[in-house]
């Protein structure tokens, strides 16, 4: 099982995500860090367990109010051996390509902000990209056409609970198992509610490939130790 440690970046600092709530979102206030600055807090995070991937939402990208782009350089240059996966509202071919070309990292396409499935669809079989079927409770938020059209869905896809961020609510187990019997062929990862450590060795029991984490990091309740130990399975 991989574990995915989260940043949620917003006018260039990373803020605590809390349940979607985009709007109430503040700075990360954590003892993994003397601020709450992009590179700090990635470096407090690599101080539990040497991770090799990390996941990175511009929510001001996802917004349309903006984006981070010049933090993300400095992500890539400060961590070169760390791979990225990025949320960054790309909706459209030339801005893939174009956010591809520039070797930010791995291009994970939300299902909030996509239109259709063709940018999916012209995508999939690239290894850089990753799906993220996104929930705001029981609800899919997206067009229908990216969860009917399975066959358009890359090697990788995150089961994306926003309202489940940040609440300590453990993850969606039945949507994730869904999830997995559409394509169980593909490498699915929890997103949203993850505790502690039980709650991952019983992912892993479900058959998810990993977990993307971070209050769970900040507070303490998974180590190093244990990371390494599903890592290892």
């Not at 940018?119 to 609800?139: E, N």
């Not at 896809?157 to 869904?178: E, K, Q, Y």
Request: glycine content about 8%; proline content about 5%; hydrophobic content about 45%.
């Amino acid at each position: 099982m991989e574990i995915i440690p989260v940043l949620d970046l917003k006018e260039r600092v990373v803020v605590h995500a809390r349940m979607g709530q985009r709007d109430k979102y503040r700075p990360i206030q954590t003892p993994l860090s003397p601020t709450s600055k992009p590179i700090d807090v990635a470096r407090g995070l690599l101080s539990i367990y040497p991770f090799t991937t990390i996941y990175v939402a511009d929510l001001d990208a996802i917004a349309r109010s903006g984006d981070n782009n010049e933090t993300l350089i400095e992500l890539r240059d400060e961590f070169p051996d760390i791979t990225f996966w990025v949320d960054s509202g790309v909706t459209d071919w030339p801005s893939a390509q174009g956010w591809l070309d520039a070797d930010l990292g791995h291009l994970v396409l939300g299902s909030e902000t996509q239109q259709d499935v063709a940018l999916l669809r012209g995508l999939s079989t690239d290894d850089r990209i990753i799906l993220s079927l996104d929930y705001r409770g029981d609800a899919f938020v997206g067009p229908q056409a990216l969860l009917s059209d399975v066959d358009a869905w890359p090697s990788r896809i995150i089961a994306m609970t926003l309202a489940r961020v940040g609440s300590a609510m453990g993850p969606d187990w039945n949507r994730l198992a869904a999830i997995k019997s559409c394509r169980p062929d593909k490498l699915v990862f929890a997103a949203g509610g993850v505790r502690d450590v039980d709650d991952l060795v019983a992912l892993a029991r479900l058959g998810v490939a990993g977990a993307l984490v971070a209050s769970c990091l900040h507070n303490g309740k998974l180590a190093g130790a244990q990371i390494a130990r599903l890592q290892a399975t």
